[in-house]
């Protein structure tokens, strides 16, 4: 037997699952590197959101 396909459109709350948290400033941050910036003399860490995909840079 083979597998089964469903062929329902998602519904709107499946759709947006965890968009609503980005949109109100939530988001679940991962590194994606840390190069150095000769600029500044700092280590410069690169986040982006797992959800969203928004990216923002932090001197440490």
Known sequence: ??????F????????HQGNTLCRRGFHKW???DK??????GKLVTC????RCGLEKTEST
């Open 30 to 32: 991962g590194v994606v």
């Open 35 to 40: 190069p150095f910036d000769l600029k500044q």
């Open 8 to 15: 329902r459109r998602p519904k709107r709350a499946k759709k």
């Open 47 to 50: 986040y982006r959101c797992e």
């Open 1 to 6: 037997m083979g597998e089964i396909v469903d």
